[in-house]
T-cell receptor, first 113, second 109 residues
Framework: DVKVTQSSRYLVKRTGEKVFLECVQD?????MFWYRQDPGLGLRLIYFSYDVKMKEKGDIPEGYSVSREKKERFSLILESASTNQTSMYLC????????????FGDGTRLSIL | KNEVEQSPQNLTAQEGEFITINCSYS?????LHWLQQHPGGGIVSLFM???GKKKHGRLIATINIQEKHSSLHITASHPRDSAVYIC???????????FGKGTSLLVTP
């Protein structure tokens, strides 16, 4: 079974801090995704990566960056956290071949104070 | 961008009722997903459809490609079905999913 693991379920940080959210998948998937989920807005794509060191902006990349140095790990970075980045963050992975469902992590509920 | 609309936004049902959640989208897709999210939990993929109908236990998903519409049905609903159900589509040209805003379902005993 595919396992997508996010490093923290809950995280509290302060405005202006640099925040790292980590995601690891164990199935050698090429594609990895970072979403944020907000009430009334649903899930929105921040960034995705289709290979090591490759990244593409999603719908709402402003204020975020990502890193994919190894295939299994995809990191989301909040360069200088702001209160409007308080949200639920979800990571997902997807194999490169075939039409298959994405596998999601359990999410990180991030609060910026 | 493919707009994905779900209805209803919220749904309360009594145990045993038949439930339908609808999803419409605006442009051509390669696949449509139905996802389930329990409170505080991660997201689980229920179905991936590109045509026709799929069934898994008490859950049935259908898609009409010409009408750009899909439905998720739950037969003999149970309180443990209470969750948010999310429709998502993969466009013909993309890797990433576009999501509906979700339908929050509460099944009462």
């Amino acid at each position: 079974d595919v396992k997508v693991t996010q490093s923290s379920r809950y995280l509290v940080k302060r405005t202006g801090e640099k925040v790292f959210l980590e995601c690891v998948q164990d199935m050698d998937h090429e594609n990895m995704f970072w979403y944020r989920q907000d009430p009334g807005l649903g899930l929105r794509l921040i960034y995705f990566s289709y290979d090591v060191k490759m990244k593409e902006k999603g719908d709402i990349p402003e204020g975020y960056s990502v890193s994919r140095e190894k295939k299994e790990r995809f990191s989301l970075i909040l360069e200088s956290a702001s209160t409007n980045q308080t949200s639920m963050y979800l990571c997902a992975s997807l194999p490169g071949q075939g039409n298959q469902p994405q596998h999601f992590g359990d999410g990180t509920r991030l609060s910026i104070l | 961008k493919n707009e994905v609309e779900q209805s209803p936004q919220n749904l309360t049902a009594q145990e045993g009722e038949f439930i339908t959640i609808n999803c419409s989208y605006s442009v051509g897709i390669s696949a449509l997903h139905w996802l389930q999210q329990h409170p505080g939990g991660g997201i689980v993929s229920l179905f991936m459809l590109s045509s026709g109908k799929k069934k898994h236990g008490r859950l049935i998903a259908t898609i009409n490609i010409q009408e750009k519409h899909s439905s998720l049905h739950i037969t003999a609903s149970h309180p443990r079905d209470s969750a948010v159900y999310i429709c998502a589509v993969l466009s013909n040209s993309g890797y990433a999913l576009n999501f509906g805003k979700g339908t929050s379902l509460l099944v009462t005993p």
